[in-house]
């Protein structure tokens, strides 16, 4: 798996940019910003669209903070769109979701499943030098917490030490 500190490889995917299934998103399109990649394991499941939702809801939260989001499987782009047009809850993604249908960045970020093929349930928060500074996995039957990312989103943005359950307001220790 990538390491924290280490550079995020460069990507280029096909993705899903509301119902337009010709998009593409690149890391360079976000150089000089935060970035959140995550991935979910397969379109079609009972979990993910939770996630889904709950990701797209807090796009505002996260443009607050000068973060873009961006997030897929290796699912083609037209799964992604069968999937979001089926889902209620889906209609109206804030975000783009990526087709890693070559497993590329999946594989290159060590967040690929060998055993299953299909992503783990993973979440980086790039930096806007291209850096990784988070890195969260769950297991597959275990949703992620949009508020903890934000939490720690807030704390490396201080470029400071933020000590145990600190939240944005809260005082840092320094550096």
């Known amino acids: 798996m990538i390491q924290i500190g280490q550079k995020c490889p460069e990507f280029e995917l096909p993705a899903l940019k509301g119902h337009d299934f010709s998009g593409i998103v690149r890391l360079d399109d976000y150089a000089g910003k935060w970035l959140m990649i995550y991935f979910y394991p397969i379109d079609f499941s009972p979990l993910c669209p939770t996630e889904l939702k709950a990701f797209s809801d807090a796009v505002p939260s996260f443009r607050e903070r000068d973060c873009a989001v ?54 980086l928060l790039i930096d806007p030098q291209g850096i990784v500074r988070f890195i969260y996995v769950t297991d597959l039957a275990v949703g992620r917490s949009t508020t903890e990312i934000l939490r720690v989103l807030d704390a490396l943005q201080t470029g400071e030490y933020c000590p145990c359950n600190w939240k944005k307001g809260d005082q840092t220790i320094g550096k």
């Open 70 to 123: 961006i997030g897929g499987s290796c699912d083609s782009v037209y799964a992604h769109l069968g999937w979001v047009t089926a889902k209620e809850e889906l209609k109206g993604m804030q975000h783009p979701l990526f087709a890693d249908h070559k497993r590329e960045l999946a594989s290159a970020l060590g967040v690929l499943d060998a055993q299953s093929g299909f992503p783990q349930r993973a979440t």
